[in-house]
């Protein structure tokens, strides 16, 4: 068991390019850490110059105390679970799980009693004798760890595991990777572009954008109090919106009408002219629904262009138009999410009761509380509550020109 504390890693690949830029987390002994963030982010990178696949350019590389800088991949005692599991196919389940412990030449006896104790942890222990190709997805996958386990490693590493199963597998995973964690209490670094993952798995996150730092955070911290407009379209599903805002005295403006907001979130962005507003699907409501909501200081009317039912819920898109700075600054997030649509129009989500149809205008009530205001310059969360949102680095809200 160990913890790893990364210390101002940076790392340039042969052309210079900064893959991974003056990145540090540290990751506490027993904690799940999750790395994520778009494609190219450097996720991979950071996750083998852990393990020692991969040279660190600069900054400290620290594991249970030790550098680990100069150290080869197997002086460091880790066990990396990659995307395609590596099981030999023509060796039985038992023996899979025994090699590395072959390899390292031990006894009959410690081997079978580390095998036989991994199995019964990975509950295996029927499947000893069966070769790979019988098993399922989530059984193989379970052989890969008990590999790990076995070696007895100070860190599990996994480098996105569970990106080539189908939907409903991926599901059943995720599960039985969190319940393994926390049974064997592992320090484990895990990779991933999918912020279900991340926001499932995780102790807490690292959210990366081009080789940066943008947050460093509980799954709570980072859906309630993101640093940046980057966090704040990263993680939540279905994204957060974004729209264009101006704050006076304790009214924002928005393109259907005024919301109230609290007087220390106004204050802190007063006088600052054009702004972006962020607010999540999940906090707007039918007013017709919300009790006492109807033509109060947080209800907007709008027009509503397609409304999709499904049964518990209800999601209404309602079309808006944004001023070029704005939209300027979303197109570059839209790049920045890599693919995740965030087009003018507004994402509601609303009580499945709901009778709001399409074509209509709608009077619909905002939860003025959870109004995140951003700087549309640097892409600053203006209103975030420091003291609840974890670890924001300098300088990760600058928008990086491109
Ligand atoms: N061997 C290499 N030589 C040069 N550049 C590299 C090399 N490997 C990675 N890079 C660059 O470093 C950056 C980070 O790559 P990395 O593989 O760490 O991204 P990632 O976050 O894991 O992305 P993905 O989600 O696509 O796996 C990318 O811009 C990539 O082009
Ligand atoms: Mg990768």
């Known amino acids: ?47 083998r110059m852990i393990v020692g696949l991969e040279d660190i350019t600069s900054g400290e590389m620290v594991i249970g105390g030790k550098v680990v800088n100069d150290l080869a991949p197997r002086e460091r005692n880790l066990a990396m679970v990659f995307q395609n599991y590596a099981l030999y196919p023509h060796l039985t389940v038992y023996e899979n799980i025994a090699f590395p412990l072959r390899l390292a030449k031990a006894s009959d006896a410690e081997v079978d009693e580390k095998v036989r104790a991994a199995a019964a942890t990975l509950e295996l222990e029927e499947h000893l004798e069966r070769k790979p190709g019988n098993l399922s997805g989530g059984q193989r996958q379970r052989v890969a760890m008990g590999r ?29 990777i969190a319940r393994l964690q926390k049974k064997l209490g592992i320090t484990t670094v895990y990779v991933t572009h999918d912020q279900t993952e991340a926001m499932t798995l995780g102790h807490r996150v690292a959210v990366l954008k081009r080789g940066l730092l943008q947050q460093l955070a509980t799954p709570r911290e980072l859906y309630e109090q993101p640093g940046n407009l980057f966090v704040a379209g990263f993680i939540g599903s279905p994204p957060m919106n974004f729209l264009p805002a101006t704050v006076e005295g304790t009214s924002v403006k928005l393109p259907f009408g005024s919301v109230e907001i609290p007087a220390e979130k106004a204050e802190k962005a007063a006088g600052k002219g054009l702004l972006i507003a962020g607010i999540r699907p999940e906090h707007f409501e039918d007013a017709a629904v919300k009790e006492g909501a109807s033509g109060s200081a947080s209800t907007f009317r709008a027009p509503v262009d397609v409304v999709e039912w499904l049964g518990n819920e209800t999601y209404a898109y309602i079309p808006f ?16 999410l890599d693919g995740e649509v965030l087009h003018t129009q507004l ?41 609840r949102a974890g670890r924001i680095p300098e300088g990760a809200e600058t928008v990086s020109a491109s």
């Open 1 to 47: 068991m160990a913890e790893i504390d990364m210390k101002n890693i940076v790392k340039k690949y042969g052309d210079g390019f900064p893959a991974v830029n003056d990145v540090s987390i540290d990751v506490q002994d027993g904690e799940f850490m999750i790395l994520v963030g778009p494609s190219g982010c450097g996720k991979s990178t950071l996750l």
């Open 148 to 176: 790990a386990i076995v070696r007895e490693a100070d860190a599990f590493l996994f480098d996105e595991p569970l990106s080539n199963l189908d939907a409903k597998l991926r599901g059943q995973m995720r599960t039985e």
């Open 321 to 336: 138009e944004a001023p070029p700075e704005v939209e300027q600054q979303l197109r570059q997030l839209e790049r920045d």
């Open 347 to 387: 994402v509601v989500s609303l009580d499945g009761k709901s009778q709001i149809a399409e074509g209509e205008e709608a009077e619909i009530w905002v939860d003025g509380t959870q109004i995140h205001l951003f700087d549309p310059t640097t892409g600053e969360n203006l209103t975030v509550d420091r003291e």
